[in-house]
Structures are given as C-alpha cells and as structure tokens.
C-alpha cells in the first residue's frame, strides 16, 4: 500500500486546513486508517483514526476541538478537516493505513505535510 498526503500549508490561528490521504497499491488490505502527527522534538502521535465502517476515534488533544475525520472507500481516501487551529497544532501530519496482508498485520504510512499555525 502507498500512501500520499496532500493539503499541508501555512495559516493563521484560528484558520482552517483539509489534509487527504489517498491509497493505491493492494487498498483491498486496509482496515484502518489514520493521521498521526510530530512536532519538532516530541514522539509522533494519533491525532485521529477511522474504521472501514466509520467509526472514529480522536486525540484528547483534539477530542474537543472541530477536528474531523473521515473516510471514502470508494476513493480509498481518509481526509482530516482541522478547524480553529493553534500554533500548538504546527508539526508534521502522516497519513498512515493499518493492513493485513496474508493474515499479516502491518502499517503503511505516507510521506508527511507540514501544517504551520503561526501570526
């Protein structure tokens, strides 16, 4: 499976972003998908994932906030609509796929965006 994410950029706090993901490769071997983040000098984190049936799961992080993710098979693209961003949301975005592959479990992740919030 190979993944490629697009929609980073630059915006202002409080300013909106929509990230994609888009899967090609073996996609029927792909259960969940997610986006993780990584912040200059801090571990990578789950931001948001969602379930080939749509059921989501967010980061306390976020869990509060207009994060959304969301998920169209038929395209095997995930997207994540990141509303009222904070600078502390600035690092770099990875779309990643959880797949089985001959009953073997394994994750495929994309190459990164950078999102920046900054005034």
């Known amino acids: 499976v190979q993944l490629q994410a697009s929609g980073g950029g630059s915006v202002q706090p409080g300013g909106s972003l929509r990230l994609s993901c888009a899967a090609s490769?073996?996609?029927?071997?792909?259960?969940?998908m997610g986006w993780y983040r990584q912040a200059p000098g801090k571990q990578r984190e789950l931001v948001a994932s969602?379930?080939?049936?749509?059921?989501?799961?967010y980061a306390d992080s976020v869990k509060d906030r207009t994060f959304t993710i969301s998920r169209d098979n038929a395209k095997n693209t995930v997207y994540l609509q990141m509303n009222s961003l904070e600078p502390e949301d600035t690092a770099v975005y990875y779309c990643?796929?959880?797949?089985?592959?001959?009953?073997?479990?394994?994750?495929?992740w994309g190459q990164g965006t950078q999102v920046t919030v900054s005034s």
């Open positions: 490769g073996s996609v029927f071997s792909i259960r969940d």
């Open positions: 990643n796929a959880f797949v089985v592959v001959r009953g073997v479990p394994d994750h495929a």
């Open positions: 969602i379930t080939s049936g749509g059921r989501t799961n």
